[in-house]
């Protein structure tokens, strides 16, 4: 009984994660803290790597501006379709594996050999483990990404 209990407890509070991650930069394994999956579209992302907030125009406002606040505009520019940087909206894209949400998340998470550094929460600045994008806003980001391009969602 005891057993089931806690088996069940577990179940609840756990976060599946079905998505393996891998760098950018080497293809080694990333790892993400689990915890920081703490909302549906985030926990959805980590089980399937499908990006809920494709087509949520509330979220893609939100994606919008959080771009702008981290100064995504300065190398991509305001429409996402590069500036100094590389642009992000395909078709073709520098690391092909951005035409999904779950490589695109992996190059903007960790960063890239090409000059972007990790932009994730706690690898962003080594001094301020709380400087970054959280999972949930980095899939808002890439969700208004999505509707610069051609069409894609990143969840094909």
Not at 6 to 29: H, L, P, Q, Y
Not at 52 to 75: D, H, R
Request: hydrophobic fraction near 40%; include cysteine; aromatic fraction near 8%.
């Amino acid at each position: 009984m005891s057993s089931l209990l806690v088996s069940m407890m577990a179940f609840a509070g756990a976060v599946s994660a079905d998505v393996s991650f891998v760098k950018t930069t080497d293809g080694s394994a990333l790892k993400i803290d689990p915890s920081l999956f703490d909302t549906p579209a985030a926990k959805e992302f980590l089980a399937t790597g499908k990006n809920s907030y494709v087509g949520n125009a509330e979220a893609i406002a939100k994606g919008k501006k959080i771009f702008g606040l981290y100064s995504c505009t300065q190398c991509h520019g305001g429409d996402a379709k590069g500036q100094v940087g590389p642009g992000l909206v395909g078709p073709t894209f520098r690391y092909p594996k951005d035409a999904t949400n779950k490589g695109m998340f992996e190059t903007v998470w960790a960063g890239t050999n090409g000059g972007m550094g990790a932009k994730g929460i706690g690898l962003m600045d080594a001094t301020d483990p709380k400087n970054g994008v959280t999972p949930d806003e980095l899939l808002k980001v890439i969700a208004w990404i999505r509707t610069q391009g051609t069409g894609l969602t990143g969840n094909e």
